[in-house]
């Protein structure tokens, strides 16, 4: 998706050859404009199939799964990351490793928003060795409501994740796939 590119190119900070700074636009301060853009594009990839929630991680995934929901008019649910006090029990859990924090987070969703009737596109900021979306794979799983796939704003395409969703058969649409983030510089896929 070329808006996210250019983007990623003006105003991503490249911190290492693995790790790549988007907080002016995506991870802190959130450009409207560009998750109302990335919210229609998702919608469009998946016209072909029937979605009946959203899933997302907090804190980063909610903006984009948020504008996706929106233009599919749909729930949008996160999974948390720390347990409400308001919400203890009644809940599907599942474990996942931080790949920037480098600490495991148990996060929680309420049985009461995915259920087996439900079909689940999951959304989130990064695609990295697929921790994360692992953890979201696992809530829909316990749920048994169907998964329809995986739309990710940023793959690392030089780290594991993409590869192991897709041969597993998971749909993954990424809007920005990088190839590279080395000596500085962003190289994208294609
Ligand atoms: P994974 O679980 O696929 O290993 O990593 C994905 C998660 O780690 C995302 O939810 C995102 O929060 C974080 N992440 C992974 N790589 C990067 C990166 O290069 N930059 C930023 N800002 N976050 C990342």
Do not use: W
């Amino acid at each position: 998706m070329q808006p996210l590119k250019e983007k990623i190119l003006s105003e991503g900070k490249v911190l290492s050859n693995e790790i790549i700074k988007v907080d002016a636009f995506i991870n802190h301060q959130i450009d409207p404009l560009l998750m109302k853009g990335i919210g229609s594009e998702f919608c469009r990839r998946f016209s072909d199939t029937e979605i009946t929630k959203v899933l997302t991680i907090e804190s980063s995934g909610i903006a984009p799964a948020l504008m996706t929901a929106l233009e599919l008019q749909v729930p949008v649910v996160f999974a948390r990351k720390k347990k409400s006090l308001t919400l203890r029990n009644h809940l599907y859990e599942s474990k996942v490793f931080s790949f920037t924090k480098k600490e495991v987070n148990h996060i929680t969703v309420s049985k009461d928003y995915i259920t087996k009737e439900d079909r689940v596109l999951v959304i989130d900021d990064f695609l990295a060795n697929g921790q994360a979306a692992d953890g979201l794979m696992d809530i829909v799983e316990q749920s048994g409501a169907h998964l329809v796939g995986i739309g990710i704003l940023i793959e690392k395409a030089f780290q594991e994740g993409g590869k192991l969703l897709r041969e597993k058969g998971i749909r993954v649409e990424s809007l920005a796939k990088i190839a590279s983030l080395e000596d500085g510089k962003v190289l994208f896929v294609d």
